[in-house]
Nanobody, 123 residues
Framework: VQLQASGGGVVQAGGSLRLSCSASGRTLSTAVMAWFRQAPEKAREFVAGIRWSGSSTDYVSSVKGRFTISRDNAKNTMYLQMNELKPEDTAVYYC?????????????????WGQGTEVTVSS
């Protein structure tokens, strides 16, 4: 499975961005897709996840109500709509996939990774 993230950029606090993650290859083997982010000098953290075959989603508490994860199976693409962005959302955002359909939030639980897209939120 190959993943490619896009859509990052520079935005002012309170603004919005939509990230995309396109998947190719054996996409049916990825049961759960997720977004992670890594700020400078910080560990990579789980942001949101979605089951590829259903509508179940999961979010880290700091983005609940502001971010929405979704997917378009026909296009093999996952999205992260980010609203009300804050400076603390500044990070490189990565999309990831795993075969097991149980929820997981550790970096080590995901076998497939995109290259990352940078998001900068200015105050």
């Amino acid at each position: 499975v190959q993943l490619q993230a896009s859509g990052g950029g520079v935005v002012q606090a309170g603004g919005s961005l939509r990230l995309s993650c396109s998947a190719s290859g054996r996409t049916l083997s990825t049961a759960v897709m997720a977004w992670f982010r890594q700020a400078p000098e910080k560990a990579r953290e789980f942001v949101a996840g979605i089951r590829w075959s259903g509508s179940s989603t999961d979010y880290v508490s700091s983005v609940k109500g502001r971010f929405t994860i979704s997917r378009d199976n026909a296009k093999n693409t996952m999205y992260l709509q980010m609203n009300e962005l804050k400076p603390e959302d500044t990070a490189v955002y990565y999309c990831a996939g795993r075969v097991d359909r149980t929820w997981a939030s550790l970096r080590s639980d995901y076998a497939y990774w995109g290259q990352g897209t940078e998001v900068t939120v200015s105050s």
